[in-house]
């Protein structure tokens, strides 16, 4: 099974600033979160665990299986958003509004990555180390997630570009012996 986690909060998601590749830690509220998510796989056993370079993500990939060191892969960082990094979600630039308001359809702004960059590079290490029989734990962001669950339901056709996905929310998906994977869904403990 493949558990693939949003990091916890930190103090420019709490600002509500587009944080990207910013590197910034777990706040209190996002380690009482990952604590959180760590009792809700209470009982789980991961096999490896993957972690985007950013330290949020290392922290949360940390609490969860405490047991294992993370293995850092570069292409489970967040998506690199360019000059608009660090900017108000309050008060975006207008061609980031744009772009937020329909991903499918418009291309990100210049200087920022586009989301197929993002959806090859998460397809590129799922096809690389999700092909396994055991459990392993992915902590990664919010878009490069939605990069991940866009490219392992193609037939989305963008549809998780628009859904939210919370501080240490989990989704599941298992890699089934025809080489393909479990439609992901959002991890609930008592459906699980």
Known sequence: MIYIIRHGQTELNNKKALQGRSDH???DTGI???QEAAAMLKGITFDAVYSSPLIRAVQTAKILAPELE???DERLIEMDYGPYEGMDLQNLAPEVITF???FIH???PDGMEQLSNVVERAGLFIQE???TDGNILISTHAIAMKGILE???PESRGGYWNKYVGNCEVYITEYLPDG???VPVRYQPDEA
């Open 129 to 131: 180390h999700g092909r």
């Open 106 to 108: 418009n291309p990100a």
């Open 25 to 27: 830690p777990l706040n």
């Open 180 to 182: 393909t994977w479990t």
């Open 32 to 34: 009482a979160q990952a």
């Open 100 to 102: 937020f308001s329909d």
């Open 70 to 72: 993370p293995i850092i």
């Open 151 to 153: 490219y392992l339901t």
